[in-house]
């Protein structure tokens, strides 16, 4: 069924019950109500859920509760006993199997409707060029290098939203959505590339992940048993006699037994209490102890930023939301600033220039020469992992140099690109300076 341009919204929401919001035409979906684009978003929203933990879990099922069909999970680890009091889609039948793989079939066992494919492999493992296929990432990752990792891959795939039929907010995908827990708080990260901060922006603002406190805290005036415990392990460990052992196993009873009687008698001498041997543990597992709850709500979270993404409306300027559970509930979306010398981010992260089909590629390579940001110096360019000119080593240089005389339209053809494409993301690197810049080619 075709939609034309003379039917009202509740005409068209008709329409979309009868055939379906993917039938509906370009022209009727940028003038529909907001009901008909979440309809479209629900079938055709390509989401990635990496990590099947606590968030990941809770994401998936609120994700399919509100309605998303198309997920995609993607995990290393197998299921463990300790994990099912939390990881609410996992049974003690699934001890031992792969998180992904049980996730999406209970996912699948739930929602009939629902299509779902579970990898078994951690987030690295995977191409760059698989996350190209996402219009929205949710992230459960649990270290703050994961995250890093995850942010960066987002914008070497990064593309900008140029179809009206986009039936989210953001004017480049995907989005990541990032879900973290500590403790009794949790927080949910929307980062639309290029408009709100990514990752690297707020760095500043995680907590230290190796869990150490500062130094000063520690060895002048302890005020909490684990800064007593942390003195033990920072300070007392390395200084004695026996050298024999360097590092602290945390598994290992007599090294749990001399932390624990070291961080007793410190202790003991500011008068603090609370040094317990499974606080020691704890301390040197660096684990913060989780909850269902947090989990749960943190990942209903993650969708519900989803739907805000199709919803659009005034979050779309918070895109920090942090619930805390330790005194009574409590959520709050926040305003963060993008940092100006992001390196993924910032500004000349990413450049956009308009350039004809028809210029050659030495041509091209001549105008980042000159561009008042690239100020590229024998730039070595690459487009969807092929390589258009390579300046150095000798050898990629003399096998991509043909290209030099080729026009544009002639280089972006491939066998999975058949027609020219109306806009490129091209990968230039300065050989001179080893920076690596985004550059978003508009063809005209
Ligand atoms: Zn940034």
């Known amino acids: 069924m075709h939609a034309s341009s003379a039917h009202s919204a509740p005409e068209l929401l008709a329409h979309a019950d009868d055939a379906g919001p993917a039938a509906l035409a370009p022209e009727a979906l940028t003038r529909c109500t907001t009901d008909v684009r979440m309809k479209h978003a629900k079938s055709n929203l390509q989401i990635l859920v990496v990590g099947a933990g606590a968030i990941g879990c809770e994401a998936l099922r609120a994700l399919a509760l509100c309605g998303f069909r198309n997920l995609v999970v993607l995990d290393r680890d197998t299921v ?156 007392l460990w390395p200084a004695r006699d026996d050298q024999a052992v360097r590092s602290i196993d945390p598994e290992n009873p007599e090294h749990l037994e001399w932390i624990y009687t070291r961080a007793q008698e410190r202790a003991a001498a500011f008068g603090i209490e609370g040094v317990t041997t499974a606080l020691v543990k704890a301390v040197l597992h660096r684990s913060v102890p989780a909850l269902a709850t947090t989990s749960a709500v943190t990942g209903a979270a993650c969708a519900l930023a989803v739907t805000r993404l199709v919803w659009g409306g005034s979050h779309a300027q918070c895109p920090w939301t942090s619930f805390h559970g330790s005194d009574g509930l409590y959520i709050d979306s926040i305003f963060i600033e993008r940092r100006l010398s992001c390196p993924v981010c910032g500004p000349g992260s990413a450049v956009a220039i308009s350039v004809s089909k028809n210029m050659l590629v030495k041509e091209l390579i001549e105008l980042l020469e000159r561009h008042p940001v690239l100020h590229c110096r024998s730039p070595t360019i690459v487009w969807d992992y092929r390589p258009v000119y390579m300046s150095v080593p000798q050898s990629l240089k003399a096998a991509t140099s043909p290209n030099l005389e080729r026009p544009l339209s002639d280089i972006f053809i491939s066998d999975s690109h058949p027609k020219v494409p109306d806009q490129v993301v091209l990968s230039v690197t300065d050989t001179d300076t080893r920076t690596c810049k985004t550059l978003h080619l508009f063809l005209t």
């Open 80 to 235: 463990a006993e300790s994990n099912l009091n939390r990881q609410t889609l996992y049974s003690s039948a699934d001890v031992g199997a792969s998180k992904a793989l049980r996730a999406a079939q209970a996912i699948k066992e739930r929602f009939p409707g629902c299509t779902i494919r579970g990898y078994w492999a951690s987030a690295e493992q995977m191409p760059v060029a698989f996350y190209r296929a996402f219009d929205v990432i949710v992230s459960g990752v649990d270290t703050v290098e994961a995250r890093r990792w995850l942010n960066t891959v987002v914008f070497h795939v990064v593309r900008p939203v140029t179809s009206p039929n986009c039936a989210v907010q953001s004017k480049y995908l995907p989005v990541l959505i990032d879900g973290g827990l500590e403790g009794l708080a949790g927080q949910v990260r929307t980062i639309r590339p290029y408009e709100t901060p990514c990752i690297e922006c707020i760095l500043d603002l995680f907590p230290d992940e190796a869990g150490r406190q500062p130094l000063c805290t520690i060895a002048g005036t302890p005020l909490r048993p684990e800064h007593c415990i942390h003195y033990a392990q920072a300070v």
